[in-house]
């Protein structure tokens, strides 16, 4: 009796590292770099409001007049509904500031945001908001970019050691 006890624990155990690990796979941003986070300005040209994670695609002006097409994660719908924004919030044409992690890759113009600002002044930012950034933030930033946010009346302000995307 007592093997067979033993052997449920292990089963149930090797289920539960199963489980976990494969949350953490997806929690953990593996996929952004923490010392890649730039900060972004251009338009949005697409939202795919849909769970696991909402995405915002922007076309990205960079300071030689090219552009390019990123896309940004960002947390959950609920996580946003219930701070308050809406797919209309994210109109395509409307011009966006935006923060967040880089892919590795950088080639494949995603990121995880990790603040957005709209024209109307709202901060898109904080738990349940931002996309799954890398875990420790960049070297120096004292905590996630963005964590507080400016002072009120301040104006928006990219989170520190986030240069502009060049």
């Given at each position: 009796m007592s093997n067979k006890s033993s052997s449920?624990?292990?089963?149930?155990?090797?289920?539960?590292?199963?489980?976990?690990?494969?949350?953490?796979a997806h929690h953990g941003g593996g996929t952004f770099d923490a010392t890649k986070c730039f900060a972004f300005k251009g338009t949005i040209r697409q939202l795919a409001w849909a769970n696991?994670?909402?995405?915002?695609?922007?076309?990205?002006?960079?300071?030689?007049?090219?552009?390019?097409?990123?896309?940004?994660?960002?947390?959950?719908?609920?996580g946003l509904s219930r701070a308050g924004f809406r797919?209309?919030?994210?109109?395509?044409?409307?011009?966006?500031?935006?923060?967040?992690?880089?892919?590795?890759?950088?080639?494949?113009?995603?990121?995880?945001?990790?603040?957005?600002?709209?024209?109307?002044?709202?901060?898109?930012?904080?738990a349940g908001i931002a996309g799954t950034a890398p875990g420790g933030g960049p070297p120096g930033a004292g905590g996630p970019p963005g964590a507080g946010g400016p002072p009120p009346g301040a104006g928006p302000a990219p989170p520190a050691n986030c240069p502009d995307y060049q």
């Open positions: 449920k624990k292990a089963a149930w155990l090797l289920v539960l590292s199963i489980c976990t690990s494969t949350a953490w696991p994670h909402a995405w915002l695609y922007v076309q990205v002006q960079k300071p030689s007049g090219d552009s390019e097409l990123w896309g940004f994660e960002f947390g959950t719908v609920g797919p209309s919030d994210f109109a395509i044409g409307t011009k966006v500031s935006v923060t967040a992690y880089a892919n590795r890759d950088v080639t494949k113009h995603t990121g995880s945001a990790n603040r957005l600002i709209l024209p109307d002044g709202r901060d898109v930012a904080g």
